[in-house]
């Protein structure tokens, strides 16, 4: 059977491209001898290729593939199925050993979920750098055009546990830890550029604010309550933040549509000394897209699990996901040349002012092999860093280097959780730490103290000259007191900038937002105190809030807030400064990259007797440019086309729904048209596609479909709208390819809903 999987492996490793029909031909052949796993693995292999990490945890990793079932011990078990009893109708008796083994081991599967964060979903992939940044820092892995840095990457939500729905409105977390030779790099980002707070002393009252209320654990990832508005509508720094969470940003389609933001201000350091502050940036080359907030509560239902299993299918297909990774740069004498604190975590640098320079691709290219291993296990941290990275003051920052550590080892149980595969840099570790819990390192030698000369002086203090890290000189003299700077107390700037950068219907999206959040709250003191916040952003967007909520707006006397204790208030809050720029295209997604169907998802309609070669025509121009098409019926049998093909559907109507898919072909054919407006089956599929234009999806009616036309809500309302495209034809197929590029045609969403 060996020599068989080992002739299978090397004809699949030379024949690659024909790796897919030899598989399908093998199964066949080999299934009574071969068990199908091991051809599975052979020709499902994972994307592997020159990835130093991976091959470091090909080392810890097993397969079960024709092996006998044993202990933890490696003791081959003969009976699983009963326990060891004092007769076959007799109790259990102590000695069984393999019993006892099987359930501790069970009832110790749990670690704690992490405090933020809990709910998320990785993968591995590759960091390519495309031009050297040598100029600005000596960081290797940034050094040399070309270069590949092997990448495990966590996106998450910050609320929710672990089993929560990928679709609570949320920011997105976006970690990556970077396996450089210099050790392990992490940028432990967010999808949204500023923080909701200034300073790390707030963060336990921040995610307590968010987090479910602790008298009755209500509610489950949703920031729509209570105790988050109550501190908001107290912490005027919040405001830039809540315009980005009510925006559709904290809903995004994929993880791999979704931008990346280091948030704080870091250093590079080059080789000579010199230090410039600097913004990362991670921008999708998907572009950045969203789905609607109904949609997001619908989709929470039908697939709770949307993100995880988009990122998941889409590394399976092949499509990896991308993103051009960049920086802002200010050499370190332009630091007091702008109208905000570098320091300051609420603020942006507008890319008008300072543009990104793209200097690498991200990609992700491997799922993990087991979840709780990779993914779980992962324990990232800011502090992470190497030669050329360094930190700022930000004190939102500064505390963040203590708690990262802190929180893995309450999470992860032991100090040597750097030693779980998934943590461990690709060099080795050489140090005299020595013990604790779950110790694996076995080190050599009598020698755990430096200096020593029992051990040759080793491990040796390295040079800064061979990478040894040395903290950036930074000047500082000061007098110690716990007070925010006043350069911080400008919190309403930035909101108006990313409010007034914002398309109509991306302003109404989150008006919408605002109002279905505070609607939740259910003391009026804190709605009227949130819409005297917004009025310093916005009036109109206050004044339709409040009208929404029976609250009036207040101008407020005096400003709630965090603000120095010796200060007066009043003069902080009104030190609004004018800012260089009012609007920032960048800041829209309006303006985002829409020219793929890459990935994106096509419901095809279809029922007994529909026009196959359609299908089969207009399935390989979508899929040739990367569209992935899914098939939903009736019912979840096979469906006859008029020529005879035959196709398994992917769903039923009932199993799914249009807001899973990011356009719907209703499917030419009179026959499968007669089918679909049976009684059965009429209500699901008019649904399936009223809720396709509600959201502003592209919709394709085929030749014969009228029946199904005449009853949706498109026909009633007679709208002209570039992304319904009626009949189909050659341009038909291609009106549809470009509206679903477009993403949405959000523009019409008034008019598609009826709305003036
Ligand atoms: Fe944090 C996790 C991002 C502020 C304390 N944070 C965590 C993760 C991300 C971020 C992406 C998940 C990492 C993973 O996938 O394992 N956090 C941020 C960003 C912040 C930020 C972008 C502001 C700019 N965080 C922040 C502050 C503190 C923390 C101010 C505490 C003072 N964060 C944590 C934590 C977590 C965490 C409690 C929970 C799990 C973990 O660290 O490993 O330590």
């Known amino acids: 059977m060996y020599v068989m999987g080992s002739i299978l492996h090397v004809l699949a490793e030379h024949f690659y491209s024909a790796k ?50 044993t202990t933890n011990q490696g003791l081959k078990i003969n009976n699983n199925q009963d326990s060891l009893k004092s007769d076959d109708r007799g109790a259990t008796l102590l000695e069984d050993f393999i019993l006892r083994e099987k359930i501790t081991h069970f009832d110790h599967e749990r670690i704690p979920e992490r405090i933020v964060h809990a709910r998320g979903s990785g993968a591995h992939g590759v960091f390519r750098l495309s031009k050297s940044m040598e100029k600005y820092t000596k960081a290797k892995f940034l050094s040399e055009a ?3 840095t092997p990448v495990f990457v966590r996106f998450s939500t910050v609320a929710g546990s672990r ?31 500023v923080f909701f707070i200034q300073d790390a002393i707030k963060f336990p009252d921040l995610v307590h604010a968010v987090k479910p209320e602790p008298d009755h654990e209500i509610p489950q990832a949703s920031s729509a309550h209570d105790t988050f508005w109550d501190f908001i509508s107290l912490m005027p720094e919040s405001m830039h933040m809540i315009m ?32 410039f502050f600097v913004k990362f940036h991670l921008k999708p080359k998907l572009g950045v897209h969203s789905v609607a907030w109904p949609e997001a509560q619908k989709i929470s239902g039908f697939d709770p699990d949307f993100h995880r299993r988009d990122l998941w299918e889409a590394i399976e297909k092949g499509t990896f996901p991308e993103w051009d990774f960049g920086v802002q740069i200010v050499p370190e004498e332009n630091e007091f040349d702008f109208d905000f604190d570098f320091l300051d975590p609420t603020k942006i640098i507008p890319e008008e002012v300072v543009p990104v320079e793209i200097f690498g691709t991200l990609t992700l290219n491997r799922n993990p092999d087991n979840f709780f291993a990779e993914t779980e296990q992962i324990a990232f941290h800011p502090g992470h860093i190497v030669p050329g990275i360094d930190f700022t003051n930000d004190p939102l920052l500064q505390g963040r280097l203590f708690s990262y550590t802190d929180t893995q080892l309450s999470r992860l149980g032991s100090p040597n959780f750097h030693e779980i595969p998934i943590n461990r840099s690709i060099n080795t570790v050489h140090n005299n730490q020595r013990d604790g819990h779950m110790r694996q390192q076995i080190a050599k030698g009598k020698v755990s103290y430096e200096p020593n000369s029992i051990g040759g002086g080793c491990p040796f203090q390295a040079m800064m000259k061979d990478g040894g890290f040395a903290s950036y000189g930074e000047k500082i003299s000061g007098t110690k007191i716990r007070a925010r700077s006043e350069s911080f107390v400008d919190h309403y700037s930035q909101a108006k900038l990313f409010y007034n950068s914002q398309s109509e219907y991306e302003k109404e999206h989150l008006q919408k937002a605002l ?23 916005d009036k109109e967007l206050a004044q339709k809030v409040a009208s929404k909520l029976g609250v009036e707006v207040k101008i407020l006397e005096k400003p709630n807030g965090s603000i120095p204790a010796d200060a007066d208030p009043q003069s902080l809050q009104s030190e609004e400064r004018e800012p260089e720029t009012k609007v920032s295209e960048a800041l829209s997604m309006a303006n985002t990259i829409k020219d793929s169907i890459k990935s994106r998802k096509i419901a095809f309609l279809i029922a007994e007797g529909f026009d196959d070669e359609s299908v089969s025509s207009l399935m390989n121009k979508l899929e040739e440019q990367g569209g992935v098409v899914e098939l939903v019926a009736p019912e979840m049998i096979p469906v006859k086309g008029e020529n005879g093909t035959t196709f398994m559907p992917h769903h039923s109507i009932t199993s799914t729904a249009s807001v899973c898919f990011d356009a719907v072909y209703v499917v030419s054919g009179e026959n499968s048209t007669h089918h679909w407006v049976q009684p059965d089956y009429k209500n699901g599929v008019l649904d399936f596609i009223n809720e396709a234009y509600r959201h502003c999806k592209a919709i394709y009616f085929g030749n014969h479909t009228e029946l199904i036309y005449d009853h949706t809500d498109i026909y009633t309302k007679k709208h002209e709208d570039y ?14 390819i470009s509206a679903i590029a477009s993403h949405r045609a959000w523009k019409l969403e008034k008019q598609r809903n009826g709305m003036k």
């Open 20 to 69: 897919i029909l030899l598989y399908t031909y093998l199964t066949e052949i080999f299934q009574a001898g071969v068990p199908l796993n091991i051809i599975t693995n052979i020709f499902m292999k994972k994307n592997n290729v020159n990835n130093p990490k991976v091959d470091q945890l090909q080392q810890y990793t097993t397969d079960n593939s024709g092996e006998k079932l």
């Open 146 to 148: 070309g270069k590949e």
């Open 163 to 193: 089993g929560s729905t990928d679709l609570a409105r949320d920011v997105r977390g976006f970690a990556i830890k970077f396996y450089t030779e210099e050790g392990n790099y992490d940028l432990v980002a967010n999808n949204i550029p």
């Open 244 to 275: 980005w969470l009510m925006s559709d940003r904290a809903i995004p389609r994929s993880y791999r549509m979704m931008e990346g933001f280091g948030v704080h201000s870091f250093r590079f350091v080059n080789s000579e000394g010199a230090a």
């Open 515 to 537: 109002i279905f959040e505070l609607t939740k709250v259910t003391i009026p003191a804190i709605r009227e105190r949130m819409v005297s916040q917004l009025n310093f952003i």
């Open 723 to 736: 992304a319904v495209i009626l009949e189909e034809n050659n341009s038909g197929d291609q009106n549809f």
